[in-house]
Antibody, heavy 121, light 109 residues
Framework: QVQLVESGGGVVQPGRSLRLSCAAS????????MHWVRQAPGKGLEWVAV????????KYADSVKGRFTISRDNSKNTLYLQMNSLRAEDTAVYYC??????????????WGQGTTVTVSS | QTVVTQEPSLTVSPGGTVTLTCASS?????????PNWFQQKPGQAPTALIY???NKHSWTPARFSGSLLGGKAALTLSGVLPEDEAEYYC?????????FGGGTQLTVL
């Protein structure tokens, strides 16, 4: 079955970096756009970034532009989120989600269970 | 900054019908925004319900339907069950970036 498993979360100090991973299985990963979405404690969902099926096009939310980088390794069926210059407001559960098409522009269907990132000194 | 607005909370009786809406600060929502709807229960990851305005996923119960209504995207639940109590989020596409609404807490009472 289609499965997404996030990892790499943890506690990190402000200004430091962290890389999240999302391992995909049960579908042809290289055909799908992929998203990162986050949810701060007690808050709503916030779309973070999307990458096209081949990594050729990427879009970011303004709140993370210039600090976060989405990437993928289709040979490893893995999606990444490199997070630099982390701030307290980046504290959230981070979900990866499969896009509905190769560019991910029409939404997403399957979600992982999330990994928690806490930015605190 | 683009803002997507949903009703903060709604209450419906079991067996009743309720419509949740999703508005864009940029103007009327059309099918070009590819409205999506998601359900999230406490402590769980979101579950996709509707994509591209009105299309259901294979797992979406028949009582959920999506549409455009008065310049907004809409999610209608007919024959509401107690298990439908949850937070509901819409998602709109803005030519690359995508934006979630703030969510609607649906109470079944």
């Amino acid at each position: 079955q289609v499965q997404l498993v996030e990892s790499g979360g943890g506690v990190v100090q402000p200004g430091r970096s962290l890389r999240l991973s999302c391992a995909a299985s049960g579908f042809t990963f290289s055909n799908s756009g992929m998203h990162w979405v986050r949810q701060a404690p007690g808050k709503g969902l916030e779309w973070v970034a999307v990458t096209w099926y081949d990594g050729s096009n990427k879009k970011y939310a303004d709140s993370v532009k210039g600090r976060f980088t989405i990437s993928r390794d289709n040979s490893k069926n893995t999606l990444y989120l490199q997070m630099n210059s982390l701030r307290a407001e980046d504290t959230a559960v981070y979900y990866c989600a499969r896009g509905l098409n190769s560019g991910g522009w029409s939404g997403m269907d399957v979600w992982g269970q999330g990994t928690t990132v806490t930015v605190s000194s | 900054q683009t803002v997507v607005t949903q009703e903060p909370s709604l209450t419906v009786s079991p067996g009743g019908t309720v419509t949740l809406t999703c508005a864009s600060s940029t103007g009327a929502v059309t099918s070009d925004y590819y409205p999506n709807w998601f359900q999230q229960k406490p402590g769980q990851a979101p579950t996709a319900l509707i994509y591209s305005t009105s299309n259901k996923h294979s797992w979406t119960p028949a009582r959920f339907s999506g549409s455009l209504l008065g310049g907004k995207a809409a999610l209608t639940l007919s024959g509401v069950l107690p298990e439908d109590e949850a937070e509901y989020y819409c998602l709109l596409y803005y030519g690359g970036a995508q934006v979630f609404g703030g969510g609607t807490q649906l109470t079944v009472l």
